[in-house]
T-cell receptor, first 114, second 113 residues
Framework: AQSVTQPDIHITVSEGASLELRCNYS??????LFWYVQSPGQGLQLLLK??????LVQGIKGFEAEFKRSQSSFNLRKPSVHWSDAAEYFC????????????FGTGTRLKVLA | ETGVTQTPRHLVMGMTNKKSLKCEQHLGHNAMYWYKQSAKKPLELMFVYSLEERVENNSVPSRFSPECPNSSHLFLHLHTLQPEDSALYLC????????????FGPGTRLTVL
């Protein structure tokens, strides 16, 4: 079955440190990939998306993600984390056959230490 | 107002009650979605409406009944719920075309006693 996997349930980093959140997908064709962030008590906000073209994608709030076909990955990165980045992060992708039906990863909860 | 709004933000109901969740989008989108978000579980797609027609009903129990009277409004009618239905219910909208990003509302935190 098609899937989106986020291997890390929780990640803790110190403020100012770099961050990488992992996402793997299982589709054969070039996928459409999204990263969303959810702050406590809020809905999901789109950080960035990849459809095609340049494999390094820039998003909002200083985030970027790199699509690597060879590794079936779309990892989210930020060079210097701020305390306000503490939230839950979701990777998502619609399978080729059902384009409106996003498959979400289980999420990675980020904790930022002062 | 802009974006996707949901009311109420919090709801506590007994198992015999009937209530409705409301979602409104001000983005000119023509597809709307209901998701259920439970602790320690992936986001679950419940219903999808495209151009006001239901295109997905993801094996959701009949105690959840969606309604989409127009492309800007989406309701989720609730009746005789179970405690395990307690969750955050998220509404989202998008343009109908494939692969468009979905815009989410803040959710309704539902507690069933």
């Amino acid at each position: 079955a098609q899937s989106v996997t986020q291997p890390d349930i929780h990640i803790t980093v110190s403020e100012g440190a770099s961050l990488e959140l992992r996402c793997n997908y299982s589709y054969g064709a070039t996928p459409y990939l999204f990263w969303y962030v959810q702050s406590p008590g809020q809905g999901l906000q789109l950080l960035l998306k990849y459809f095609s073209g340049d494999t390094l994608v820039q998003g909002i709030k200083g985030f970027e993600a790199e699509f690597k076909r060879s590794q079936s990955s779309f990892n989210l990165r930020k060079p210097s984390v701020h305390w306000s980045d503490a939230a839950e992060y979701f990777c998502a992708s619609p399978p080729p056959s059902v384009t409106y039906k996003y498959i979400f990863g289980t999420g990675t909860r980020l904790k930022v230490l002062a | 107002e802009t974006g996707v709004t949901q009311t109420p933000r919090h709801l506590v109901m007994g198992m015999t009650n009937k209530k409705s969740l409301k979602c409104e989008q001000h983005l000119g989108h023509n597809a709307m979605y209901w998701y259920k978000q439970s602790a320690k579980k992936p986001l679950e797609l419940m219903f999808v409406y495209s151009l006001e027609e239901r295109v997905e009903n993801n094996s959701v129990p009949s105690r959840f009944s969606p309604e989409c009277p127009n492309s800007s409004h989406l309701f989720l009618h609730l009746h005789t719920l179970q405690p395990e239905d307690s969750a955050l219910y998220l509404c989202a909208s998008s343009r109908q075309e494939a692969y468009n990003e979905q815009f989410f509302g803040p959710g309704t935190r539902l507690t069933v006693l």
